[in-house]
């Protein structure tokens, strides 16, 4: 556990709050990308230590959460084949497409297997020549680089038998969609450190710069996600807007080298829908054309799938900011994470999820 | 180039309707199975005895307080590191009847077999049930065996019912926690599931994690000797600690408040959590109980624990309380605070 207790530390949390509480003068809102750091804000109780002057608004950085629905559609089409094999990381199983989820495809017979890496995936293939593997290749540039890999290794081995179901989504558009939103409220960002490991931060200083915002390389655990905020919080008073790493211990400004190389070996940017929120231009990334004979999509013609998404709740303005998960009429009656209604009740690190999971929509006095 | 968008209008997803079959949460000891025994098990076979929802039935018969439980064991793999299904199979009805305050006597096992298991296998789970039964001092009195066809079984799966007595002034039952006792567990969490997980997923790490599987009768014994005022018992299977303790909490009409630095766990366990993107209080215990004593036997209570050989570890977790009656809240080490909740279906790792 070392490397992990150091950054949750009691006392030295405190004293960061105190350099935070030393510093604030007045409100701010400030979103934190990634799923990952809301869960842990929301997981140590993080958000009701710090100044209430200090807003945390929950950004859509949950890969499972904004997966479209289409593709959901897709991979439950392609999963509920007799000869395929589908393999997927464990979260998605629960995510509802539009009339069911992967567990309710398994259930009625098909071979869904919850996979840990899509190397894993890769085995499978080569142990199962006579049937069809497909891995469900989701998420931010985190996993990006190993779903790559898997790629490569399937056409340098081969293994005809597998492929992917591609629905990779990139952080710098997003956060360029929300700036030139009519409605953003947000003030600052703190950057997913894991992502910026893969990436580095050197593609969000054109972004700081162009609309004036701060951009602070965060990590995850209670010390890292506070340090995040601690230098939002200094830039904002200061009226700087600049890109900073509080994570150095992981992240670099050039990121992962080797890592970028496999990508762009593999894909290609494109156009894509984001669950709840709707097309974001050249924000995602697809197989290019020297691996587009391994696109699952394609291979099993579930192109034509297409499904519109309901209005039924309000993640929307939950991503914006402009209300918290527990303001919406749903949240915790028509719609929890065994019924969810919206992505962002979805996956456990979904806003919602994370304010259901930890017990937000009770009143946070009465649980102290 | 992102073209400017208009967030005001974000929409999200259709509602997922109810699942339309049983898929695995249904026999996760999560949210979905509690839903099929409040509506579907509870109304059709409604009964006293049953309405307790403990992890057993106490029936009065001819005189005496019997303790009845029932326990269906399906694992793969068969065998892993600290036990197998055999020692499950004991042990876990064994457990049950000790979570009523009962001293375990009599079992009965039901094994479904796989076509093609080989006979070497089963000789050897069933010389570990005969050895788990007479560690935990119970007798295997009736049983029934079926086969069936190649591909219907992971190898074997094996059924145990058992009964007990239940002394004279114990009365042991979710419902009586009351605000004040005080909140104990017998030792570390989640070793059992994680034991489990760490050689189905090939996951290896420095330590061996072993699961826990043990008989609890003789510790219980040992702690009703001390007192016989022990409110709740409960071993906290699948799960975890949060399922077992929201159930009491909703039960009892209380809150149950924790310390989550006051949780025993594994460092090993807690590495391979944090891998999984899991939390140990939902992990499978399988030789581990909740006590919810009255806060005056708190101590001797822990000590009877700490110096049996399963209660080592033992350790008072936090308290119940009148505020939030329903739920359980635990204190952060950080010191903002959490509610632990029921959990929904499995647990399921996450990606990233």
Same mark, same amino acid.
């Given at each position: 556990?070392?490397?992990?207790?150091?950054?949750?530390?009691?006392?030295?949390?405190?004293?960061?709050?105190?350099?935070?509480?030393?510093?604030?003068?007045?409100?701010?809102?400030?979103?934190?990308?990634?799923?990952?750091?809301?869960?842990?804000?929301?997981?140590?109780?993080?958000?009701?230590?710090?100044?209430?002057?200090?807003?945390?608004?929950?950004?859509?950085?949950?890969?499972?959460?904004?997966?479209?629905?289409?593709?959901?559609?897709?991979?439950?089409?392609?999963?509920?084949?007799?000869?395929?094999?589908? +393999?997927s990381f464990g979260d998605m199983l629960r995510v509802p497409g539009s009339e069911k989820d992967l567990f309710t495809v398994k259930s009625a017979g098909g071979d869904v297997r919850i996979v840990y890496s899509p190397l894993d995936a890769l085995k499978i293939a080569r142990d199962n020549p006579t049937r069809e593997v497909v891995f469900f290749g989701i998420g931010f540039e985190t996993t990006a680089p190993a779903?790559?890999?898997?790629?490569?290794?399937?056409?340098? !081995?081969?293994?005809?038998?597998?492929?992917?179901?591609?629905?990779?989504?990139?952080?710098?558009?997003?956060?360029?969609?929300?700036?030139?939103?009519?409605?953003?409220? =947000?003030?600052?960002?703190?950057?997913?450190?894991?992502? +910026?490991?893969?990436?580095?931060?050197?593609?969000?200083?054109?972004?700081?710069?162009?609309?004036?915002?701060?951009?602070?390389?965060?990590?995850?655990?209670?010390?890292?996600?506070?340090?995040?905020?601690? #230098?939002?919080?200094?830039?904002?008073?200061?009226?700087?807007?600049?890109?900073?790493?509080?994570?150095?211990?992981?992240?670099?400004?050039?990121?992962?080298?080797?890592?970028?190389?496999?990508?762009?070996? =593999?894909?290609?940017? +494109?156009?894509?829908?984001?669950?709840?929120?709707?097309?974001?231009?050249?924000?995602?990334?697809?197989?290019?054309?020297?691996?587009?004979?391994? &696109?699952?999509?394609?291979?099993?013609?579930?192109?034509?799938?297409?499904? /519109?998404?309901?209005?039924?709740?309000?993640?929307?303005?939950?991503?914006?900011?402009?209300?918290?998960?527990?303001?919406?009429?749903?949240?915790?009656?028509?719609? @929890?994470?065994?019924?969810?209604?919206?992505?962002?009740?979805?996956?456990?690190?979904?806003?919602?999820?994370?304010?259901?999971?930890?017990?937000?929509?009770?009143?946070?006095?009465?649980?102290? | 180039?992102?073209?400017?968008?208009?967030?005001?209008?974000?929409?999200?997803?259709?509602?997922?309707?109810?699942?339309? !079959?049983?898929?695995?949460?249904?026999?996760?000891?999560?949210?979905?199975?509690?839903?099929?025994?409040?509506?579907?098990?509870?109304?059709?076979?409604?009964?006293?005895?049953?309405?307790?929802?403990?992890?057993?039935?106490?029936? @009065?018969?001819?005189?005496?307080?019997?303790?009845?439980?029932?326990?269906?064991? =399906?694992?793969?793999?068969?065998?892993?590191?600290?036990?197998?299904?055999? &020692?499950?199979?004991? /042990?876990?009805?064994?457990?049950?009847?000790?979570?009523?305050?009962?001293?375990?006597?009599?079992?009965?096992?039901?094994?479904?077999?796989?076509?093609?298991?080989?006979?070497?296998?089963?000789?050897?789970?069933?010389?570990?049930?005969?050895?788990?039964?007479?560690?935990?001092?119970?007798?295997?009195?009736?049983?029934?065996?079926?086969?069936?066809?190649?591909?219907?079984?992971?190898?074997?799966?094996?059924?145990?019912?058992?009964?007990?007595?239940?002394?004279?002034?114990?009365?042991?039952?979710?419902?009586?926690?009351?605000?004040?006792?005080?909140?104990?567990?017998?030792?570390?969490?989640?070793?059992?599931?994680?034991?489990?997980?760490?050689?189905?997923?090939?996951?290896?790490?420095?330590?061996?994690?072993?699961? &826990?599987?043990?008989?609890?009768?003789?510790?219980?014994?040992?702690?009703?000797?001390?007192?016989?005022?022990?409110?709740?018992?409960?071993?906290?299977?699948?799960?975890?600690?949060?399922?077992?303790?929201?159930?009491?909490?909703?039960?009892?009409?209380?809150?149950?408040?924790?310390?989550?630095?006051?949780?025993?766990? #594994?460092?090993?366990?807690?590495?391979?959590?944090?891998?999984?993107?899991?939390?140990?209080?939902?992990?499978?215990?399988?030789?581990?109980?909740?006590?919810?004593?009255?806060?005056?036997?708190?101590?001797?209570?822990?000590?009877?624990?700490? !110096?049996?050989?399963?209660?080592?570890?033992?350790?008072?977790?936090?308290?119940?309380?009148?505020?939030?009656?329903?739920?359980?809240?635990?204190? @952060?080490?950080?010191?903002?605070? #959490?509610?632990?909740?029921? !959990?929904?279906?499995?647990?399921?790792?996450?990606?990233?």
């Amino acid at each position: 556990m070392k490397y992990l207790s150091e950054f949750r530390d009691g006392e030295l949390v405190q004293k960061l709050l105190a350099e935070i509480r030393a510093v604030v003068t007045r409100p701010w809102a400030m979103m934190e990308v990634c799923g990952g750091q809301t869960h842990s804000i929301i997981r140590n109780g993080i958000d009701q230590l710090l100044p209430p002057e200090i807003e945390l608004i929950h950004g859509p950085g949950c890969p499972v959460c904004v997966t479209p629905l289409e593709t959901i559609d897709r991979a439950l089409a392609i999963a509920a084949i007799p000869n395929v094999i589908f +393999c997927s990381f464990g979260d998605m199983l629960r995510v509802p497409g539009s009339e069911k989820d992967l567990f309710t495809v398994k259930s009625a017979g098909g071979d869904v297997r919850i996979v840990y890496s899509p190397l894993d995936a890769l085995k499978i293939a080569r142990d199962n020549p006579t049937r069809e593997v497909v891995f469900f290749g989701i998420g931010f540039e985190t996993t990006a680089p190993a779903n790559a890999m898997a790629v490569v290794q399937a056409k340098k !081995q081969g293994i005809d038998n597998f492929s992917m179901l591609v629905s990779h989504v990139l952080v710098p558009p997003a956060i360029e969609a929300l700036m030139r939103s009519p409605s953003n409220r =947000v003030q600052a960002f703190l950057a997913a450190g894991h992502v +910026c490991s893969v990436m580095g931060y050197w593609q969000y200083e054109p972004l700081a710069g162009k609309y004036h915002v701060p951009i602070v390389v965060t990590g995850f655990e209670p010390l890292d996600v506070l340090a995040g905020i601690h #230098r939002i919080v200094l830039q904002l008073e200061q009226g700087r807007a600049q890109v900073e790493n509080a994570y150095s211990r992981a992240v670099q400004r050039e990121g992962n080298l080797p890592a970028q190389r496999v990508l762009s070996e =593999v894909f290609e940017i +494109c156009d894509r829908q984001w669950r709840g929120i709707g097309m974001i231009p050249q924000s995602g990334w697809q197989l290019n054309a020297d691996y587009r004979s391994f &696109d699952g999509a394609a291979r099993f013609n579930v192109e034509n799938v297409h499904a /519109n998404e309901s209005t039924l709740c309000h993640s929307g303005e939950v991503l914006q900011g402009l209300i918290k998960p527990n303001q919406c009429p749903a949240f915790g009656k028509a719609c @929890t994470p065994q019924k969810p209604l919206g992505a962002t009740m979805v996956s456990s690190e979904g806003a919602c999820a994370a304010y259901y999971n930890y017990g937000r929509f009770v009143p946070v006095e009465s649980i102290q | 180039m992102t073209n400017s968008i208009d967030i005001s209008g974000w929409v999200c997803p259709m509602p997922l309707r109810d699942y339309p !079959q049983i898929v695995l949460g249904h026999g996760g000891g999560g949210k979905l199975s509690g839903d099929l025994v409040e509506h579907l098990f509870l109304p059709a076979f409604h009964n006293d005895a049953l309405a307790s929802l403990a992890d057993g039935a106490a029936l @009065t018969l001819a005189g005496s307080r019997l303790a009845f439980s029932t326990d269906s064991y =399906v694992v793969r793999p068969l065998f892993f590191p600290g036990g197998s299904i055999a &020692d499950l199979a004991v /042990n876990g009805t064994v457990n049950d009847l000790a979570m009523l305050g009962a001293r375990p006597l009599y079992l009965s096992v039901g094994m479904i077999i796989e076509e093609g298991l080989p006979i070497d296998v089963l000789g050897a789970l069933v010389d570990r049930m005969a050895a788990a039964a007479r560690q935990a001092g119970v007798q295997i009195v009736t049983g029934d065996t079926k086969v069936v066809d190649k591909g219907h079984g992971d190898g074997i799966y094996i059924n145990t019912s058992g009964i007990g007595i239940i002394p004279d002034g114990v009365h042991i039952a979710p419902q009586n926690a009351r605000p004040g006792d005080a909140v104990l567990v017998s030792g570390t969490l989640g070793d059992h599931g994680m034991a489990i997980m760490s050689v189905r997923e090939g996951l290896e790490f420095e330590t061996q994690i072993v699961s &826990d599987s043990a008989p609890l009768n003789g510790m219980v014994e040992a702690m009703l000797a001390v007192t016989r005022e022990i409110h709740v018992l409960r071993d906290p299977t699948r799960g975890g600690l949060a399922s077992s303790l929201n159930e009491i909490a909703r039960s009892a009409r209380v809150g149950i408040a924790l310390e989550d630095q006051w949780l025993p766990i #594994r460092p090993e366990v807690a590495a391979a959590c944090e891998l999984l993107g899991m939390d140990a209080v939902y992990v499978a215990n399988e030789g581990k109980l909740i006590a919810i004593v009255p806060p005056e036997h708190a101590d001797a209570l822990l000590e009877t624990m700490r !110096q049996h050989p399963y209660g080592k570890d033992a350790a008072l977790i936090g308290h119940v309380v009148a505020d939030h009656p329903g739920r359980v809240v635990s204190k @952060t080490a950080i010191g903002g605070t #959490r509610v632990i909740s029921m !959990q929904i279906g499995e647990q399921l790792p996450r990606i990233c």
